[in-house]
């Protein structure tokens, strides 16, 4: 079994995007930017964007996703009679 590459990339972005909001709290410059109402509106903008997408992708919205936890429900069901 292999991580998909958008589970890695989607993986990278929360990790950078969590670096840079600590390190906007301990009142460091991640981004090579004198102009702190920049720096914390990107740094804003990342943060919802990449918890916007972990969400996302870590919960069942799509037919198709709805479908499969159904079938893992019934599998998981199936090995609990065994």
Do not use: C, H
């Not at 890695?8 to 909001?21: E, F, K």
């Not at 390190?23 to 919802?48: E, F």
């Not at 069942?60 to 893992?72: C, I, Q, R, Y």
């Amino acid at each position: 079994m292999k991580i998909k590459k958008s589970t890695i990339i989607r993986t990278i972005i929360l990790i950078i995007t969590l670096v840079n909001l600590i390190l906007n709290a301990i009142d460091k410059s991640p981004l090579p930017i004198s102009n702190d109402t920049v720096n914390d509106i990107v740094s804003s903008i990342a943060a919802v964007i990449s918890s916007l997408t972990a969400w996302w992708y870590n919960n069942s919205f799509t037919k198709p996703a709805l479908a499969a936890d159904e079938v893992m429900e019934q599998l998981k069901g199936a090995d609990d009679d065994a």
